[in-house]
């Protein structure tokens, strides 16, 4: 199964590069110089348009992520876990207006929520 990938030195997700000049697949930080040969030479692309909450679904991990900011400020209204990582909807429509989208960070509920 893949995994996402992260920095060791910056905690920024790490995506897939070619080292054409060793032949071989590398996963690189946008943010910095860190670099690590991947493990497996198979990378798949698929993209598809998804509301931002549709994002949420698919992503298991996302109170595990360290590049997100958390709030102790909005429990869980679920489990009232105190934590929570969030972030804003990314609409390309200039009439939608501002939607926070929250991740309960209790890995036995991750429960999904809106402001």
Partial sequence: MATVRFCQNCSNMLYPRVDNEHSRLMYACRNCEFEEVAESNCVFRHEVLHTPSEKTMAVVDL???????????????????????????????????MTLYYVCCNTKCQHRWQS
């Fill in 63 to 97: 109170g595990e992520d360290p590049t997100l900011p958390r709030t102790n400020a909005t429990p869980c209204p679920r489990c009232n876990w105190s934590q929570a990582v969030y972030f804003q909807s990314q609409s390309r429509h200039p009439d939608t207006r």
